[in-house]
């Protein structure tokens, strides 16, 4: 993941860098031309890491990200979020350049709360490689990677890793057929 981050102090950003407007989220490093459309909430008690051109399509419905203490959120460049995104990071979450996120998608690396008493999970990185496509209400759990240039079926739960290329799906989300994907192609959004 080729990312370049304009430094910027911990603490809320409400600021213009070098002639872009800068996302007004707490975030420990960002990116130049993001943007934040409808409302996004995120409580950053950790380190949060934003791209380059990255967007936040946040209506009709609100998003929400939780980075919480001594775990990192990474966004590469050029990475857009659809409506209702839930981003629960507890451990470690990197998420590739080129990707896109479809609405309604949760991704969390750990389970929260124990199943039961003997339960002693913990927190899991999970890893979305570049130029990744998650379609809508998609579920991403702890531990998991996504191979590059992957698709993630709507309504997947991914409980375990996805290599590269391929179109995955169902639940538990298992690849239904390789994709033809040339070195330099990349996914557009729009």
């Not at 989220?25 to 993001?34: D, F, M, N, P, W």
């Not at 350049?97 to 479809?102: F, P, R, Y």
């Not at 490689?129 to 991914?158: E, H």
Request: with cysteine; glycine share 10%.
């Amino acid at each position: 993941m080729s990312t370049s981050y304009s430094q910027i102090s911990f603490g809320k950003v409400l600021a213009v860098l070098k002639g872009a407007a800068v996302l007004p989220i707490k975030t420990s490093a960002v990116g130049r031309l993001g943007r934040i459309s409808g409302k996004l909430s995120v409580s950053n008690k950790g380190r949060f890491y934003v791209g380059r051109n990255v967007s936040f399509h946040a209506k009709p419905l609100p998003s929400s990200i939780s980075v919480e203490k001594q775990a990192e959120l990474w966004v590469g460049d050029n990475v857009f979020f659809n409506y209702g995104l839930d981003i629960g990071c507890t451990t470690s979450i990197r998420i590739g350049s080129n990707t896109i996120i479809g609405p309604m998608v949760n991704i969390i690396d750990t389970n929260f709360h124990p199943v039961d008493m003997d339960d002693r999970s913990q927190g899991k990185r999970i890893v979305i490689s570049d130029n990744v496509w998650i379609g809508r209400g998609a579920v991403i759990l702890p531990g998991v990677t996504i191979g590059a240039n992957s698709v993630i079926a709507a309504g997947s739960v991914v409980t375990r890793d996805i290599p590269a290329n391929v179109l995955a799906g169902g639940t538990p989300a298992k690849m239904i057929r390789e994709l033809r994907v040339a070195e330099e192609w990349i996914r557009r959004y729009n």
